[in-house]
């Protein structure tokens, strides 16, 4: 590993800049230390925490504009946990996929081995780009990734939906990072240790009338499903400010710390704006470096929360981030499966644009230094 030390004065304030787990904000985790005695430690099924469950609802209600009618509605699992929930209490028989990632193709495989569904049909694209989110007959519902995390595209929501067929977008990494029209989902659904600066095991949806009316028609239909990964279930207690079994209280909190931040200083546009802000000057300092590009060519699809930069044969990108990650900036290495000479660097909305800015200086600097 080469011996570069980056100028403390060219450093990021806060050098996370992975894509999941993701910065939580020292602001936060003070608030939680804040609550080491009357909250964490103490009963799932008594006021305080119900009441940071209720908090943490009715923030991403408010922050991800929820039409009338939509609820909030959360589980354990994370999002893996979901596509399994959503295997057994959301698809009626069959269901579409656009798969252009790691994430995307993931609930298609999930899908693929449900022995009660059809095998799913599926359109897929070269990494790097999104299928067109197009109409699909004889399907019940229409799965894809707002942002693929593993390739750094995004894919703005519409509907495409006809008759009672369900939109299902995984917003894993983009709920609270990336404007979207909550209209054109019926299931818009994350987990809070990306875009929401939280941390990990908990899922979280946003679900339109035609999803909760699916979630109850097959919960009544006398299918099997398992109890821990029963949507009715899951709405049920979520109507309550419960969940099934207990939840990770502190996830809980950090989540509702975030949003609160969130919706205190302008909502979805000022999140969203943080993270756009970022993008900015990463793709602009990329498309100006003679040794980096953006690896996402069609601008539009380039994702605003999850940078993937490619760089020429001068410099290697693992050896770039071993220098990086001994200088206090971690988790921007490429994503394996995609085996490119890349760095993918996280622009959630609780990284400072500053940090990012900062963060191309390092990268010029060691560039000189390795090139
Ligand atoms: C991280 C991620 C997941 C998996 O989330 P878990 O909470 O680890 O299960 C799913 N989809 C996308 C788009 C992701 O970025």
């Known amino acids: 590993m080469p011996d570069v030390t980056i100028p403390a004065d060219l450093l990021p304030a806060d050098g996370r800049f992975g894509s999941g787990p993701t910065k939580v904000r020292p602001e936060a985790l003070e608030a939680l230390a804040r609550r080491a005695t009357d909250f964490m430690g103490t009963s799932h099924r008594q006021m305080p925490v119900k009441l940071v469950v209720a908090e943490m609802r009715n923030g991403i209600a408010e922050l991800l504009r929820a039409p009338d009618g939509y609820e909030i509605i959360c589980g354990n699992g994370g999002s893996t ?31 693929s081995m449900a022995p009660h569904l059809e095998e799913p049909s599926v359109s897929a694209s070269d990494m790097g ?38 939109m299902m977008v995984d917003a894993t990494s983009a709920a609270g990072g990336l404007m979207f029209d909550a209209n054109a989902t019926d299931v818009y659904y994350f987990a809070p240790q990306k875009a929401l600066a939280s941390d990990g095991g908990l899922w979280i949806a946003l679900v339109s009338p035609a999803a909760v009316e699916r979630i109850e028609q097959i919960a ?29 209280l502190a996830t809980v909190f950090l989540t509702a710390q975030t949003v609160n931040w969130f919706n205190e200083n302008g909502g979805l546009s000022w999140s969203a704006g943080r993270s756009a802000t970022s993008a900015e000057t990463l793709y602009s300092w990329a498309s100006a470096s003679d040794a980096a590009e953006p690896f996402v060519q069609i601008e539009s699809q380039r994702s605003k929360v999850v940078a993937t930069i490619d760089f020429d044969e001068s410099i290697d990108a693992d050896t770039l981030d071993g ?49």
């Open 220 to 248: 009544a239909s006398g299918r099997y499903i398992p109890p821990s990964l029963n949507l009715k279930t899951a709405l049920d207690n979520s109507r309550k400010d419960q969940t099934y079994n207990t939840p990770a």
């Open 81 to 111: 946990g979901f596509w399994d929930a959503a295997v057994f209490g959301l698809i009626e028989n069959k269901s579409h996929h656009l798969s252009f990632g790691e994430f995307g193709s993931k609930f298609g495989k999930a899908v």
């Open 323 to 371: 220098v990086l990650r001994a200088n206090g900036i971690l988790d921007v290495n490429g994503y394996r499966k995609l085996g490119r000479n890349q760095l993918r660097i996280g622009m959630f909305p609780a990284i400072d644009p500053a940090d990012t800015r900062a963060l191309t200086a390092c990268l010029d600097y060691c560039i000189e230094r390795l090139g």
């Open 129 to 166: 780009t999104h299928p067109p989110l197009e109409p699909v007959h004889g399907v019940d519902a229409i799965c894809y990734t707002h942002n693929e995390t593993s390739t750094g595209v995004m894919l703005d929501p519409a509907r495409v939906s006809t008759g009672d067929q369900l």
